[in-house]
């Protein structure tokens, strides 16, 4: 990309959380995982760039940084910044942007005195600590390391049956979600994120909050093909 280009990029981000603020939404997220283009600039596998955005893992976080700080200036302070980050990628579930603690303060530290609010830490499996010698999963060594609040997500509310079958490699003990309870009552992170569960389940929330998990709708990756009927579809 040229200069030309990523200036443009970051305009079109900082006029996407602008248009969110204007059209009444409550905040708005970043995505700077998973190996799309925001974190094609983070993964030194990707960034071979010898300029300001390319090299140290400070230059490999400018671009997030500076697209959250335009988008900062067009918001105010008052509308959350969330982004997300991940350690994984499509291509490669065993990628690491940062392998020490050192390398993730120089990751996250730029995009906190950019302005962001919230850390969304994507992980394939939430339980995984990312750090030898420590029980910290991302999001509980992100809100060490920035003190901002961070999001956990990863395999939350799948069962041990569906994580066996997406991963051969898995723990051999899944955790449960009392485990997950467990650690955010440590304060280890501040918010919990549900993706493939409540594609299964829209009532997953308020059926765990209301104790009622024998009533849980299974996900299954069939569900990511079926065609819904009328009745799912009725509101």
Not at 109 to 126: H, K, T
Request: negative net charge; proline residues 4%; contains cysteine.
């Amino acid at each position: 990309m040229s200069q030309r280009e990523i200036d443009s990029v970051i305009d079109a981000f900082a006029r996407g959380a602008e248009d969110a603020k204007r059209l009444g939404f409550d905040g708005a997220e970043i995505h700077g995982a998973h190996g799309y283009l925001v974190d094609q600039f983070f993964w030194d596998k990707l960034n071979q760039r010898t300029d300001g955005y390319g090299g140290t893992m400070r230059n490999r976080a400018r671009f997030a940084a500076e697209i959250v700080a335009e988008a900062r200036r067009r918001v105010g302070s008052d509308f959350p910044i969330l982004m997300r980050i991940s350690q994984w990628k499509l291509q490669d579930y065993g990628a690491k942007v940062a392998t020490t603690p050192q390398e993730l303060q120089d990751w996250v530290e730029p995009l906190v005195d950019a302005g962001v609010d919230v850390i969304d830490c994507s992980q394939r499996r939430y339980w995984q600590p990312e750090f030898a010698g420590s029980t910290l999963n991302l999001a509980g060594w992100v809100k060490k390391i920035s003190g901002k609040p961070t999001i956990a997500v990863g395999s939350v509310g799948l069962s041990q049956d569906m994580v066996e079958s997406l991963s051969q490699a898995m723990d051999a003990d899944l955790a449960p979600l009392d485990r997950l309870m467990e650690m955010f009552g440590r304060d280890e992170f501040d918010l919990v994120a549900v993706g493939r569960a409540l594609i299964a389940d829209p009532d997953w929330p308020t059926k765990i909050r209301t104790g009622r998990t024998d009533e849980l709708r299974r996900f299954n990756i069939s569900i990511l093909t079926e065609s819904p009927s009328h009745a799912d579809l009725a509101v």
